[in-house]
């Protein structure tokens, strides 16, 4: 008999197809036990009648537990009424273990729960689906870079220094190297690699030990940075405005069921089409003073500040040339006003926060040493790095991608955790 995964039952109606899965629901009405059978593809009603099968098996199907792991015959019948639009009139069941008490059942859990069990709740309908979206995105990122001829280039995860501030480092011993760092950012990696290749990005898992305990952060998240040799402020948002109006509208047309399942409200997402607002961040200031907001020109916005923002428009923002000194050694100065950066943040609406931070680099030696000096970061870490303006320095630009804020922002979620196997957070590195 013909092994079948669920989402290819439409093109066996009328035949008899084996399904390996787990059981996902059960029922029982007199003559009918209703057996809900998931297997990653899907979710199929297989119906077992009293008479058309064993009275050993017709008990069976009665008897076995929640997630228990079992094999089903029967044959495949057209059914409108069904998720799939079809139903397994089952013949057969071979129960490969009978799962007794698993923890997650349909009632409520609380979240703590539900994460000390995340290696379970993984299975649940609904993080299954945000899961296929996850990795939707993941691909959608790549294929948009790759058509672009951009090269992937994986930067190291353990390193010799710091990238986006000293603060964060989650710190490691490094045999007689003395001590080496967690990657909070591939991107001056990304930099050399701009410079070998023209077009780079990266993607992979970056770590900041955050002491924040927020629903926006993670200490473990994967980024994708792109890189760009001969690019500037504008081309860098040009490029992050078409990478996300191409992720967003990938998922909606790609990721339409699992959206359904999440109850996610499309029409939100449908507007994520260019061009996004492009405002300074002396117009966002504006644009708080207007709604009442007491901020002083010179702090980094916070959640609050950023749903104000984003309040105003109906798709993402981009905030540009931001104030220098709440920003990176590595940002280059706008030539026309040296106390901002040439600096982007594109904050996602609905308050789902900053997705992408990016920027012009710095690329002229004298200017990043004093940066340096300034940010008082040891120069000799950083040789390699200023070599980059020793030989064929050019204006280059780039940007990082939060993948899991880029998840949670799309699926609706109220926190990061959900948006990655796997959380590791302050207070939770298991399982
Ligand atoms: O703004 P960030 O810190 O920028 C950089 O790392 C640059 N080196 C990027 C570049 O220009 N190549 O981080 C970029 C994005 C943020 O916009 C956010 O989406 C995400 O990474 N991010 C986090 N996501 C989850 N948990 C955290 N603790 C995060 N910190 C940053
Ligand atoms: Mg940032």
Redesign the pocket.
Known sequence: MQKVFINKLKDFVGQEVTLQGWLFNKRSSGKIRFVILRDGTGYVQCVFFKGNVSEEIFELADKIGQESSIIVTGKVKEDSRQVGGVEIDATGLIVIQDAKDYPITPKEHGPEFLLDNRHLWLRSKRQVAIMRIRHRIIKAIRDFFDERDFVLMDPPILTPNA??GTSTLFETPYFDLGNAYLT??G?LY?EAGAMAHGKVYTFGPTF?A?KSKTK???TE?W?C?PEVAFADLNDDMDLAESMLEYIVQTVLRERAEELKILERDTTKLEKVVRPFPRISYDEAVEILHKNGVNFEWGNDFGAPDESVIVQQFDRPVMVHRYPAEVKAFYMKRDPENPKVALAVDVLAPEGYG??????QREDSLDELLSRIKEHNLPQEVFEWYLDLRRYGTVPHA?????L??TVSWICGLDH?REAIPFPRMIYRNTP
């Open positions: 990238v986006e909070q950012s991107q990304a900041r955050e926006r952060h993670l998240f980024m940075e900053e997705i992408i931070g990016g920027s780039g940007f990082g991608i939060g899991e804020r990061l």
